[in-house]
């Protein structure tokens, strides 16, 4: 259990900062809730109070014994403001101490996280944007807001991130701390694959995969999160489309292979966490194969599929990195490792990420710990944790190997 203060600041996206206090506290978590005044236009005090089960106030003159404006930051873990309007954002990166809010983030020593949402025009400011640059600067972690739909007809960059991506990326930087989300793949293309194919055998059926998408998902989500353009080609994932992030949804494996090149052409990054399948059936049949009750099933032709990942190793442009994933199980030849290794060089790719799925592990659990191998001989361990903290452990590999000339 960690100690979390949520700042609510004074937009009206304060009415998903309930849902994010709910994520915190299902979580096990203790969450503070200190609101701005102009947050509690929007969402009441007791709505935080009955989800927290702790005290609400937002001014320093409240509970004066107690010196909350002192405490509630010295004793935080953690504090997330969202949404973080332009006015909380100028206030913080001013260092004015004018409520309770702005007071804690003063003394806090944990990490601080916010989520910035607003109009598209006050987040495109220039008073703005300095303000986020000096609290990145200062070592706060600001996330780029999601594009969409804002208040009234307009859309743009500007939403509020939804809570169960913000939960997840709080999650990351509660494990590993603030650095993690930094925005160093500002200015990146990233394309993702995730999930795994499907290769129809008739109209109903299909030869499939327990992928899951989560590791893909995550991958998206951190690298949004630091600051990049991701596209995420998605096969046969239900999940919801995480902040930032453009989906590309794709079915078989000829249909992958399309959108990956496609996609990949202008990439810094390109990454095949997806679960390909390796054959499909040679036909697919124009109506459903009927069961023939008097003998056994016909057996299934199946004709290899292109090797993807190979393939985008070969169209790579200068300058771009491609990752693979490798899910190994070690036998009487070889350990993972080994296996890996031989893989990876087999692949051409420039880093593979191992997971070790002997005895069933990784597919559609929350939690992974995986081995990034490097061509140039490198290795990181990333110990177990969730699949977004996973992920982050991924970008810190990749981030130092991008070249510094299309930094932006
Ligand atoms: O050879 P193996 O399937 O273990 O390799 C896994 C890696 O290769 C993953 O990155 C996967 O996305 C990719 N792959 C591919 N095309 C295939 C099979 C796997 O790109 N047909």
């Known amino acids: 259990m960690s100690r979390i203060v949520l700042g609510v600041s004074g937009g009206v996206a304060a009415y998903k900062a309930a849902l994010l206090l709910r994520a915190f506290t299902e979580a096990g978590h203790d969450v503070r809730v200190v609101p701005t005044p102009g947050a509690l236009h929007f969402v009441g005090a007791a709505t935080f109070e009955a989800l927290s089960g702790n005290p609400v106030t937002t001014d320093v003159w409240s509970d004066v014994p107690e010196v909350a404006h002192v405490r509630i930051g010295q004793t935080a873990d953690l504090v997330v403001v969202a949404p973080a309007t332009a006015d909380l954002l100028a206030r913080a990166a001013a260092g004015r101490a004018d409520d309770l809010l702005t007071a804690t983030l003063l003394t806090a020593h944990c990490p601080v996280v916010f989520v910035p949402a607003m109009h598209t025009e006050m987040w495109l400011h220039p008073a703005t944007q300095d303000n986020v640059a000096t609290l990145r600067r200062r070592g706060a972690v600001v996330l780029p807001p999601a594009v969409g739909r804002l208040t009234g007809p307009d859309s743009g960059p500007g939403r509020l991130p939804e809570p169960a991506d913000i939960a997840a990326l709080a999650d990351v930087v509660l494990t590993s701390g603030a650095a993690v989300l930094a925005h160093d793949l500002a200015g990146r293309r990233v394309v993702i694959s995730a999930g795994g194919t499907r290769e129809p055998l008739d109209p109903v059926r299909y030869l ?122 070690g036998d009487d030849d070889a350990d993972v490792l080994t296996h890996a290794r031989a893989k990876l060089a087999r692949k051409g790719c420039d880093l593979l990420v191992v997971n070790d799925v002997s005895g069933g592990q990784v597919f559609g659990r929350a939690d992974n710990a995986v081995a990034v191998l490097a061509a140039d001989g490198a290795s990181t361990e990333i110990g177990l944790g969730t699949k977004d903290t996973v992920a982050a452990g991924i970008w810190d590999v990749v981030a130092p190997r991008l070249e510094p000339a299309t930094q932006a």
């Open 208 to 329: 499939g995969n327990r992928s899951s998408g989560k590791q893909g998902w995550a991958l998206a989500r951190v690298a949004a999160a630091r600051g990049a353009e991701v596209v995420l080609v998605a096969a046969n994932v239900e999940l919801p489309a995480p902040f930032g992030v453009r989906v590309v949804p794709v079915g078989t494996a000829e249909e992958l292979r399309s959108a990956m090149h496609a996609e990949a052409a202008d990439a810094d990054v390109v990454v095949m966490s997806a679960a390909v399948a390796d054959f499909r059936p040679a036909s697919v049949a124009g109506a459903k194969m009927k069961k023939d009750s008097a003998g056994e099933p016909d057996s299934v032709p199946l004709v290899r599929n292109p090797d993807i990942l190979a393939e985008l190793v070969t169209k790579r442009r200068p300058g771009q990195l491609v990752v693979g994933f490798a899910a190994e199980t």
